[in-house]
């Protein structure tokens, strides 16, 4: 069963960047959508940015301008770049890849934490 393994995440200060990382532990085939998602104690999980097969990305409102998403098809990786990071970022962060097949995948998530 492949898995996705999220890294990147840690204690920062406001203000601060982090980068988050997404990988496969083995082959997935025909991915047409990667996304990243958070999750607050007490709330919904929420999604904070999408890229699909063509490039294109697109991003809560809550993030635009700070944070954004890449990937390395080569890899299968995908990234998300956070800048600016305020303590209403703080969540635990998941990733998450969908195949044209509507196969779903996800990370076990890593923990963000904004807090001076």
């Known amino acids: 069963q492949v898995q996705l393994v999220e890294s990147g995440g840690g204690l920062v200060q406001p203000g601060g960047s982090l980068r988050l990382s997404c990988a496969p532990s083995g082959s997935i085939f025909s991915i047409y959508t990667m996304a990243w998602y958070r999750q607050s104690p007490g709330k919904q999980r929420e999604l904070v940015a999408t890229i699909i097969s063509d490039g294109t990305t697109n991003y809560a409102d809550s993030v635009k301008g700070r944070f954004t998403i890449s990937r390395d098809s080569s890899k299968n990786t995908l990234y998300l770049q956070m800048n600016g990071l305020k303590p209403e970022d703080t969540a635990v962060y998941y990733c998450?890849?969908?195949?044209?097949?509507?196969?779903?995948?996800w990370g076990q998530g890593t923990q963000v934490t904004v807090s001076s």
């Open positions: 998450q890849y969908i195949t044209t097949w509507n196969r779903n995948y």
